[in-house]
């Protein structure tokens, strides 16, 4: 019997641990993203993040840090948006990260290339915060960060995803869910300053 469930359980971690592929997003909302978990991230931490040059990241090297997430785009009415974030950005660089992630999830409002978006972003705004990858933020398949961000279950607080461009995310210097700000509530506002404890 002791061999069999020995047996049993060699067979059950084989079938579990079978690499994961590249999945391939053909909508319009994104350009290719890695799957590179299978299971949700116990912590906004571990979640794998690609930047807009298309290096592998995570949030940990922001941990003793309040970040700011933003679903950003370049043709809509909050885009000027950018201009304020990057003042946030460069005056409380101390306190804040301030992170970009491009999306066409409402009303084709970013369909530009990666490189596009940091280039459209640098020559109209001077934006020198983080930009990541170009991807889904809402419904099925939303990137697994505006995943975690839009599940209670996985932080703790929050069920709200974007409903459109400019949405803010705020997370505690450990990692935590603060809160949720909807595209109106503007990045200097006395709000988001406060929350920040500015």
């Known amino acids: 019997m002791q061999k069999f469930l020995t047996y049993l359980s060699c067979s059950v971690l084989l079938a579990c641990s079978s690499p994961g592929g590249t999945v391939t997003d053909t909508t319009p909302n994104s350009t290719t993203m890695e799957n590179t978990s299978t299971t949700a991230a116990s912590s906004i931490y571990d979640i794998a993040l690609v930047t807009n040059d298309g290096q592998k990241t995570t949030l940990s090297k922001y941990k003793g840090k309040k970040i700011l997430i933003v679903n950003v785009a370049s043709e809509c009415g909050y885009t000027p948006q950018y201009e ?16 970009g992630f491009p999306a066409n999830d ?33 419904g099925t398949e939303a990137q697994p960060l505006f ?50 404890n500015l």
């Open 106 to 138: 409402f009303g084709g409002q970013e369909p530009g290339s990666d490189q596009q978006i940091a280039a459209f972003c640098q020559k109209n705004f001077g934006v020198t915060f983080p930009l990541f990858q170009k991807a889904p933020v809402s």
């Open 147 to 196: 995943k975690w961000l839009a599940s209670k279950e996985q932080n703790g607080k929050n069920e709200q995803a974007p409903n459109w461009n400019f949405c803010k995310y705020l997370i505690s210097e450990d990692g935590t869910f603060v809160k949720f700000y909807p595209s109106k509530v503007a990045p200097l506002s006395d709000e988001l300053l406060k929350d920040i």
């Open 84 to 99: 304020d974030l990057e003042k946030l950005q460069k005056q409380y660089a101390h306190k804040v990260a301030v992170l």
